[in-house]
């Protein structure tokens, strides 16, 4: 199923119904010659789990930036909790957070500064109890008094987690959220993200290359490709489409332009 | 980070936030708290025994006394202040925090407000000792200049704020790549701003450029404070107006900046 064809179907910015996280219309990113992000629809329903799939300079991370109105887009519409983005930003930016590889927290600073600051800028209330239960639940208490630069890449990224946690955000949009860790802290992220979810009824945009990732922790998946929406549903019916097995098989079609022949094959 | 709207409330406890913040840096770091005290302790040292030599030889400085090393302190507040300024700003690029910062609630207005605080705190570190080791070596006493230090001080923060904020724009607009202009643009000025000498030195044409500057007429009210004992009140207004243009400008700048930071997706490279 192709962008055009699914446009009919989806909601658009029009929709302001509660139950829309996030809705993005007929986006476009343009750096000089490059169209970064090619006119992309989608909405999010609120409470799902959905993966932005693609390969490298498919428009993810240019995409996650718009929705977060950290890059102006070209032309499109973002809106994110009911509110239009860039314009609307002060109305939703405390009600979201985000991880990505993107950025770091300050190494020179211990991990309960660290989250301090960032409790105090999202005007977290009983801000002490809160940092305790995210020690607690992400397991950061042997290490909370540590400056951060001093911690391996599983601690910082549940470290990193725990700033995106702070807030106890309504939307969470991560970009990589596992990258570099070992399999068991991964596993461990993941469980942790599935349970937030569940617990608080979040909504979350996840961008990640690692498919078993998207398999276990996604409702949905948008998979991307030189900045077009090159197929959009369940995990389960995208590889039902392809005839393949796993996300990988179906990333790898994509990615090396096999699509027709998979989809043919599979009719 | 949102764009700036000055008609929606600034939060105070959000420029508390990202002053604790700068505040647990430098107390982590005893280089950087070094790095404050070391350089205006030796201006202050070089300069010290150069007025010496020169009052003992020189007619003018005899009579001005004070006049070099007083020029030497508040030069080092107008080029501290921009400093303290701009690399509170510079630990977020070098951190790669800014993305952290600009996702959060923080809006531009907040972000610079706790900047011009942290430029107080850090210029208090370096300055005060900087002033005592005058006093104590060389006998010029800076705060004996009286309430006119006042508007001394005021004037040249204002402007090191200015220089401070434009500056901090185009290192979010083009990166890191940008960053020698937050050390060298306040010396652009230093020879148009008259530290040394008098406005009368320049070519008729350049005073006319040197009068644009607010320090030309803090410097220039210094050495009448000095040698003449008079205290030129409509030189630190003329400063004043001056400088009230050039906080609203650079502040507008630095928006526009923002903007333009944004269209071109620096935020997310944030290097060179």
Known sequence: MTENDKASSRPTVADRGASVAIAVDHLVKVYKQTRAVDDISFSLPRGSITGLLGGNGAGKTTTIAMIMGLVLPTSGRVQVLGHRMPEESAAVLGRMNFESPYVDMPMRLTVRQNLTIF???????????????LADDLDLTDFID?????????????????KALINQPELLLLDEPTASLDPDTADWVRGHLERYRRDNDATILLASHNMLEVERLC??????????????????????????????EVFLDVARGRVNGAKEAAR | MTELSLHRGISAHRIGAMILRYWYLLLSSWPRLLELLYWPALQVITWGFIQYYIAENASFFARAGGTLIGAVILWDILFRGQLGFSISFLEEMWARNLGNLMMSPLRPIEFLLSLTVMSLIRLAIGIVPMTLLALFLFHFNVYALGLPLIAFFCNL??????????????VL????????????????IMPLACIYYPVSVLPVWLQHVAWALPPTYVFEGMRALLSENTFRIDLMLDALAINAVLLVASFWAFLALLRSAKKHGSLLSGGE
């Open chain 1, 219 to 248: 409702d949905r998946v948008i998979i991307m490709k030189r900045g077009r929406i090159e197929d959009d549903d369940t995990p389960e019916a995208i590889m039902a489409r392809y005839n393949r097995a796993t996300l990988e």
């Open chain 1, 119 to 133: 409790g105090k800028l999202y005007a977290v209330k009983d801000l002490s109890d809160r940092i305790a239960e």
């Open chain 2, 157 to 170: 923060i204002f402007t090191s704020w200015s220089v401070g904020i434009f500056v901090s724009g185009l």
């Open chain 1, 146 to 162: 540590r400056a951060n630069g001093k911690l391996s890449a599983g601690q910082k990224t549940r470290v990193a987690l725990a």
């Open chain 2, 173 to 188: 607009r083009h990166g890191l790549g940008a960053e020698s202009i937050v050390w060298t643009l306040m010396f652009a």
